[in-house]
């Protein structure tokens, strides 16, 4: 695809993110919020549904043979096989749990995706005034000025963000990790929505991030830390099967000064 209609991509996603938080941002002060529970753990509310339903309309509407993924109306489709087609990757609210309670870490993530390596990336944080946005090959960019990572030496001074899956049955290995990064670095983050982490690791604001995600938690923003100089990656083998960029178990997304000691550090973990 030409760099013109990437670039046209880039715009389009953009405005529909942009969009889509003025939904959130009405929904929010009409002080009405309908609560749902996706698998009675999963929070989920009508300005999700109304998001979603504003950007897949938009992508339908501009781009009909183009796949969607989204977490709300089409969280099930994803399969390498659909990786042959342009795909969009959507959360329509990243961070629904601080939205629902009333804070301003809420995120609209749009990836567009091409033969499984995402080239479009969009973070719209709406209570925040921030957009971030990169496309492949060039730099990130916050509201328009470019944005670069850390570059922290030591991991002694470190600011790590990380989060914690609504599913509570296995939270052992969680707190070993938790307790090393603790022990080893300067404090540690929990933000409430991946996107804003991962692209808050872009902008210097964290130093590493780590976590087990779904891919439209993290497609967009790990191309915007990665094209603000961020290494990306996973402290745990990916499988032969997976694709690498996608694959949401054991993210880690640092400055690339600690990258490697942070992998080591939860790996040694992991092992416990």
């Known amino acids: 695809m030409s760099n013109d209609t990437i670039q046209e991509i880039s715009i389009f996603a953009v405005d529909i993110a942009m969009r889509a938080g003025e939904i959130i941002q009405q929904e ?3 002080g009405e919020l309908e609560k ?3 698998s009675n753990q999963e929070l989920v509310t009508n300005a999700d549904l109304k998001a979603d339903e504003l950007i897949t309309k938009h992508i339908r ?5 183009h796949r969607i993924l989204s977490e709300e109306s089409a969280p099930d489709t994803f399969n390498i096989k659909d990786l042959d087609q342009p795909i969009w990757i959507i959360d329509p609210i990243d961070g629904t749990v ?3 309670h009333g804070h301003h870490q809420v995120a609209v993530s749009v990836a567009y995706a091409e033969a499984g390596q995402v080239q479009v990336g969009v973070v719209h944080c709406p209570f925040q005034n921030e957009t971030f946005q990169a496309i492949r090959g060039k ?3 916050l509201n328009h000025k470019p944005i670069e990572v850390s570059h922290k030496q030591t991991l002694r001074k470190a600011l790590i963000g990380t989060g914690f899956p609504y599913d509570k049955s296995n939270l052992a290995p969680l707190i070993d990790r938790l307790s090393a990064i603790v022990n080893h670095c300067q404090d540690i983050r929990r933000v409430g929505s991946a996107a804003v982490d991962i692209c808050w690791v872009a902008m210097g604001r964290l130093d590493g991030f780590y976590e087990s995600l779904s891919p439209w938690d993290f497609a967009a923003a790990r191309l915007i830390a990665e094209q603000a100089g961020a290494t990306c990656g996973h402290f745990s083998e990916v499988p032969a099967s997976q694709l690498e960029q996608l694959y949401g178990e054991d993210i880690l997304i640092a400055t690339p000064e600690l990258y ?3 992998k080591r550090l939860l790996q040694s973990a992991s092992v416990k």
């Not at 509407?61 to 043979?65: A, T, W």
Request: glycine residues 0%; charged residues 30%.
């Open 28 to 30: 929010r002060r009409k």
């Open 36 to 38: 749902q529970y996706k």
């Open 61 to 65: 509407s501009v781009y009909p043979d």
């Open 98 to 100: 601080n939205y629902a």
């Open 139 to 141: 730099q990130s960019l």
């Open 260 to 262: 490697s000691e942070l």
